[in-house]
Each structure stands twice: as C-alpha cells, then as structure tokens.
C-alpha cells in the first residue's frame, strides 16, 4: 500500500458558537486523487484552509508525510511540497503568462535584497535560470504559447491552467484544487478534467480537490469524502458515494418526507 501523504485528525473549526467543521478525518494515500464534495455551506474550503495553513484548527492535527503541520504558516506548507488554487482565480491581470508562473519560484530564489537593488551577476543568474524552468514548465503544460499573453487576455479555462502551472512551479507533491472547474462550461470542464490527470501524471502528484460538479468529481476521483453541516457522512468510491443515502439526503432532502 502506498504511503500517507496528507492525514486529517478529528480537525474542527469553531468561530465563536458556529461549529463550521466537526472532527474531520481522512487519509490520503500518495498518488490518489481525493476529492471533497458537499453542499454549499459545508466547511469544504474551511477545511482546506486548516490544512494549508490559511486558518488555525480549533482543534485537531494535520500531517504531511507524519510531519505535524497543523497551524504552520502557509509559505512553510509551500516549502514542504504542498501547494493549493482557490474557488476565484488569483492571477495577476496586467502581468504575462510567464510573469505569473514565476511567481511560484519565489520561495526558491537564492539572492538576497542586495543583488536586487544592485542588479548583481548573481541576480541575473537566478533570474535567468528562472525564466528557463517556467518556460519549461509551460512547454510541459502546452502553455508556451501564451507565455507573452496578459493573463487578462485569456479565456477563463486557460487562466485557471495558468493558476495550475503556477501552483506546479513551487515543486508540490500534494496539489489541493478548491473547485476548480467553477464558472466553466461543459467543454472545459472536460479540457481540465484531461488536463488534471495528465498534470498528475507528469509532475508525479497526489490532488486534492473540492469541487460542486459531480460528473467531474465522479469520473475523475478515486475515492470521495462527502461533508455535510461541517461533518463528514461518507467516504468511499465515486460508485458507493453515487448510492449513499445519506449523501442523497444532504443534496436533495428527505425524499421519503
């Protein structure tokens, strides 16, 4: 069995009497793709948050390969090999393609202040070297392209490619995808469900996603956890989740009342 690379105890949230997300546990094995599903409200990305960093557990402990990350600050979750896109696309509008990929390499930067005000041989060596990793890694991602392109100037699936690559060049292992195909329509949401499995095969990923579109989730997930009301009510195969009670019940009610 492969090894655990992300591993969620009893996490839970609490701001100030609301209880967003109750003893939440889960295991994820290296190379998986693990979704998280639920309806709106449910603590899915407060959940994300605990795990990256973004927010505090009230209670509970996150490890990254048996390393206890639970509060640890984001840049430091980065450096481990974790990385995450949020629900609204986060790019820089004004800046290229390539100017936004970069921006994943910063916390891999071997200059100091002074090569950069001073423009030092050293500063245009890791610059140098920068650029040819990021053009590399759009090559990889058929992005190269538009590596001059404003990220503005791109239509919404590719910016949120672009958003991808740019979580890619910190260098993850675990890559956590909060609802990625959000706002897209069918043909690219199928262009990104392609462009997941091919990147985590590539870069050798184990993802984490959340995400509302449940075809995406069940032909791209091999297992799916399902929260309702901050609580986790089933794990297990896109085809148990499919016929799960309780599961129908959080989406559509009590149908037998």
């Known amino acids: 069995m492969s090894n655990i690379i992300l591993k969620c105890e009893n996490l839970t949230m609490q701001f100030g009497g609301l209880v967003a997300v109750n003893k939440f546990s889960i295991q994820i094995r290296e190379g998986m793709i693990f979704g998280l599903i639920g309806p709106n409200g449910a603590g899915k990305t407060t959940a994300f948050n605990m795990i990256t960093g973004n927010l505090k557990p009230t209670s509970g402990k996150v490890y990254f390969y048996d390393k206890d990350i639970t509060g640890m600050k984001p840049y430091k979750i980065v450096s481990l090999g974790m990385a995450r896109t949020f629900q609204n696309i986060r790019l820089f509008s004004n800046l290229s393609v390539l100017e936004n990929v970069l921006t ?78 959000a706002g897209m329509n069918p043909q690219e949401t199928t262009d990104l469900m392609y462009f997941i499995q091919e990147v985590k095969e590539k870069f050798d990923l184990t993802v984490f996603l959340i995400e509302h579109d449940m075809k995406f989730v069940m032909n791209l997930c091999e297992t799916i956890a399902v929260l309702d009301h901050g609580v986790k009510i089933a794990e297990g195969k896109p085809e148990e989740i499919r016929k799960n009670p309780d599961v129908i019940k959080a989406y559509l009610g009590d149908i037998n009342a």
């Open 104 to 181: 994943g390499y910063h916390h891999k930067l071997k200059y100091n202040l002074i090569d950069t005000i001073l423009r030092t041989p050293r500063f245009y060596k890791y610059e140098n070297q920068m650029k040819e990793e990021g053009m590399k890694l759009l090559e990889s991602v058929r992005l190269e392209e538009k590596a001059n392109f404003r990220a503005s100037e791109l239509p919404y699936g590719e910016r949120r490619k672009v958003e991808i690559a740019r979580a890619l060049a910190t260098g993850p292992k675990l890559l956590l995808l909060d609802e990625p195909a």
